[in-house]
């Protein structure tokens, strides 16, 4: 399994371009989020999923844009990127949204926005 | 609504010292707690869990960590450091009963030195 895999590695915007996010996961994980991680901030939640066709609002959701078509894939867009959503930001899964399962975290984007 | 305080945003020990990484949470229904570490330019790797039965929870890379109902606390403990424990390390927390997603405090970095 090549478990939660995230593209791009890195990315860099002008302000006001729009781009996406892809997330994968390849375990039949009903559960995905996107987290972003700014220094001293941990992790916040931006949206999430509790399966195909159902998404909503995490802690910090405005500017962005999820939808999940299949269980597979969760990609997040950015409909017009501002300097403030420079961050690095994390796909993870589970297997189901009761609380004790553990979350798998793919290894991240970091996106630049100038 | 629930939140996690991790004390200390930097730890610093020597190699062969104690690590003690502290983290308290506010929860007004039992918790489930997690201890994530991230190494440098990766994505976050489960170090331990508590869900549910012996409150003394025993992780990957002989880390530990107890919980304590009455402290609402949750603190990370090694025995003796080593160099590849330097990393960032994050407190979360999640509702049992309402299956949310996890919360997370906002990191310690533990810096290890010889």
């Known amino acids: 399994n090549a478990g939660v895999t995230q593209t791009p590695k890195f990315q860099v915007l002008k302000t006001g371009q729009s781009m996406t996010l892809q997330c994968a996961q390849d375990?039949?994980?009903?559960?995905m989020s996107w987290y972003r991680q700014d220094p001293g901030m941990g992790l916040r939640l931006i949206h999430y999923s509790v399966g195909a066709g159902i998404t909503d609002q995490g802690e910090v959701p405005n500017g962005y844009n999820v939808s999940r078509s299949t269980t597979e894939d969760f990609p997040l867009r950015l409909l017009s990127a501002a300097p403030s959503q420079t961050s690095v930001y994390f796909c993870?899964?589970?297997?189901?949204?009761?609380?004790?399962?553990?979350?798998?975290f793919g290894p991240g984007t970091r996106l630049t926005v100038l | 609504a629930q939140s996690v305080t991790q004390l200390g945003s930097h730890v610093s020990v020597s190699e062969g010292a104690l690590v003690l990484l502290r983290c308290n949470y506010s929860s007004s229904v039992p918790p489930y707690l997690f201890w994530y570490v991230q190494y440098p330019n990766q994505g976050l790797q489960l170090l331990l869990k508590y869900t549910t039965g012996a409150t003394l929870v025993k992780g990957i890379n002989g880390f530990e960590a107890e919980f304590k109902k009455s402290e609402t606390s949750f603190h990370l403990t090694k025995p003796s450091a080593h160099m590849s424990d330097a990393a960032e390390y994050f407190c979360?927390?999640?509702?049992?009963?309402?299956?949310?997603?996890?919360?997370f405090g906002k990191g310690t970095t533990l810096s290890v030195s010889s």
């Open positions: 993870a899964s589970s297997y189901t949204n009761r609380g004790r399962n553990e979350q798998f």
């Open positions: 979360a927390v999640s509702d049992r009963e309402a299956g949310t997603a996890l919360i």
């Open positions: 375990m039949n994980h009903e559960y």
